[in-house]
């Protein structure tokens, strides 16, 4: 089984559908995050959450909210889902030590592709 | 804010021949990581290779080595004996030293192509 686990892989919805999308990682790391990848502007951070009751904003927040539900679960929510959230979606860990020794840093998901029509 | 740029967004190498990628970035701090992923297309993203600011000395993986310059703040990938399987996106990013220091940022990425 894969470290970060990112489901769907890939889903179809339609304008204003609500929409969750979910990893679980069984690497024990404490921080997780989601990304967003857009063609020519590389992954943006959307959400972070160094614990389960700390969540902080990233640089594109607007339309979405996250819930941090146990220490290895942090979905991505999309209240009413528009054409320009069509991206790739990408969730990543990493633990509070930062990149120690041996550590390289974050791990990501296989990520899911979002199309809003 | 830390920023990093890739100002080329597309590159092409012929099979066996050497590339290198551009990357510069912005940061007042004297302490951080570099790194540089590979995302081919199945859209998995991997660590290919990372610099600690504090070392002088240019990290080296197999096929891939990197220049960095701290003065100069410029971190190129070069790949060397390209293989069909480099083709992919590569994203230069960058992150503070200290685990509660900062995210990941990342550039906009370069394409790859391989030509046989």
């Known amino acids: 089984d894969a470290d970060v686990t990112q489901t769907p892989r890939n889903r179809i919805t339609k304008t204003g559908k609500r929409i969750m999308l979910e990893c679980s990682q069984t690497?024990?790391?404490?921080?997780m995050y989601w990304y967003r990848q857009d063609p020519g502007l590389g992954l943006r951070l959307i959400y972070y959450?160094?614990?389960?009751?700390?969540?902080n904003k990233g640089e594109i927040s607007d339309g979405y909210s996250v819930s941090r539900q146990a220490q290895a679960k942090f979905s991505l929510s999309l209240e009413s889902a528009i054409p320009n959230q069509t991206a790739l979606y990408f969730c990543?860990?990493?633990?509070?030590?930062?990149f120690g020794y041996g550590n390289y840093g974050y791990t990501f998901g296989s990520g899911t592709r979002l199309t809003v029509v | 804010a830390q920023t990093v740029t890739q100002s080329q967004p597309e590159m092409s190498v012929q099979e066996a021949e050497t590339v290198t990628l551009s990357c510069t970035y912005d940061?007042?701090?004297?302490?951080?990581?570099l790194f540089w992923y590979k995302q081919p297309p199945s859209r998995q993203m991997i660590l290919v290779i990372r610099?600690?600011?504090?070392?002088?000395q240019n990290a080296t993986e197999n096929r891939f080595s990197v220049n960095f310059q701290k003065a100069a703040k410029s971190f190129s990938l070069k790949i060397s004996d390209s293989q069909l399987g480099d083709a992919a996106m590569y994203f230069c990013?960058?992150?503070?030293?200290?685990?509660?220091?900062?995210?990941?940022?990342f550039g906009k990425g370069t394409k790859l192509s391989v030509k046989p």
């Open positions: 990543a860990t990493s633990d509070s030590t930062g």
């Open positions: 940061t007042s701090e004297s302490d951080y990581y």
């Open positions: 959450s160094f614990d389960v009751k700390d969540i």
């Open positions: 690497k024990g790391h404490d921080r």
């Open positions: 610099q600690e600011a504090y070392k002088q």
């Open positions: 990013a960058y992150k503070n030293y200290g685990g509660s220091q900062g995210n990941l940022i």
